[in-house]
């Protein structure tokens, strides 16, 4: 039986636009009721995902997780105080954003905390940051500042899967030695730390609740996504997933992330344990 549901939020959980379908919110509502938990699992920080899922009912999300950073931290939701969290040093940090700096990429430096640090960012980025998460510019060619504030997480921005899947390739061992990287939303270049993805957060999350990983679905869209889906008993992909993570996949919807994959999810693999 399935006891826990994971989900990517943007591409997946959320359309395109980063809009939440009625759909989702009234199968989540009903997951509940059966006894289902859902978690999102997210490349954001965790009050960026709870400002995001703001209208769903508290019901939704009561006595749920969030898995943030790419696996990298698990909150209980109501507790500010992470149940798990993971570090990158502050020197292979710099290290990324100095060979950043030679490269035609913007940057987001991502504190455990949730704040992020912009730099070199085009409008439509500065946009998606304001109101959504806390953050500031860092105002130069130098994060020295941030030596001593603990850092999960560093990625480069460019519009483009292509061009992010061309940087990936190019950048030097040494310069990602301790990390491992991913590409989400087609405009992104993240860094974690080696051995951090949303397989390795979803898994822990489950062994902490006792929860069998034959009993968890994973839902997602992009290569981000790629562990979580291999890790869980059922990897979904919607409809508009890459075909990379297609290719693992257990089942594939039929739904988009505009339709709201999770009626889908409900109706085809959660209700029919119940006959």
């Known amino acids: 039986m399935y006891r826990l549901v994971a989900s990517d939020m943007d591409g997946t959980f959320l359309t395109?636009?980063?809009?939440?379908?009625?759909?989702?919110?009234?199968?989540?509502?009903?997951?509940?009721?059966?006894?289902?938990?859902?978690?999102?699992?997210?490349?954001?920080?965790m009050p960026s995902i709870l400002y995001t899922l703001r209208e769903m009912p508290p019901a939704c999300l009561?006595?749920?997780?969030?898995?943030s950073y790419n696996g990298g931290?698990?909150?209980?939701?109501?507790?500010?105080?992470?149940?798990?969290?993971k570090t990158i040093p502050f020197d292979v940090v710099n290290r990324i954003f100095q060979w950043g700096l030679?490269?035609?990429?913007?940057?987001?430096?991502?504190?455990?905390s949730g704040k992020v640090w912009g730099h070199r960012m085009a409008q439509e980025e500065v946009d998606y940051l304001v109101g959504?998460?806390?953050?500031?510019?860092i105002g130069g060619d130098s994060i020295e500042f941030l030596r001593d504030v603990p850092i999960t997480k560093i990625l480069l921005t460019h519009e483009g899967l292509e061009f992010l899947e061309d940087l990936r390739s190019k950048v030097p061992a040494e310069v990602s030695e301790g990390t491992q990287t991913t590409i989400s939303s087609r405009r992104y270049l993240?860094?974690?730390?080696?051995?951090?993805?949303?397989?390795?957060?979803?898994?822990?999350l489950a062994q902490h609740l006792g929860i069998d990983m034959a009993d968890v679905i994973g839902?997602?869209?992009?290569?981000?996504?790629?562990?979580m889906?291999?890790?869980?008993?059922?990897?979904?992909?919607?409809?508009?997933?890459?075909?990379?993570?297609?290719?693992?996949?257990?089942?594939?919807?039929?739904?988009?992330?505009?339709?709201?994959?999770?009626?889908?999810?409900?109706?085809?693999?959660i209700e029919p344990q119940l006959r």
């Open 102 to 112: 030679t490269q035609d990429v913007g940057f987001h430096v991502y504190e455990t």
């Open 229 to 269: 889906i291999r890790a869980v008993g059922c990897g979904v992909v919607v409809a508009n997933a890459t075909d990379d993570v297609r290719a693992v996949a257990d089942y594939q919807a039929r739904s988009t992330c505009e339709d709201g994959v999770f009626a889908e999810v409900l109706s085809e693999l």
């Open 190 to 204: 993240e860094f974690n730390l080696q051995g951090v993805d949303k397989g390795t957060g979803i898994s822990w």
């Open 16 to 45: 395109e636009e980063h809009i939440l379908p009625q759909a989702n919110i009234d199968a989540v509502l009903r997951m509940r009721e059966l006894g289902v938990l859902f978690v999102p699992a997210s490349g954001r920080p």
């Open 62 to 67: 009561e006595g749920s997780y969030v898995i």
């Open 73 to 85: 931290v698990v909150h209980q939701i109501g507790n500010p105080e992470p149940l798990m969290a």
């Open 132 to 137: 959504s998460m806390e953050w500031e510019p």
């Open 219 to 227: 839902c997602g869209d992009a290569l981000n996504d790629l562990e």
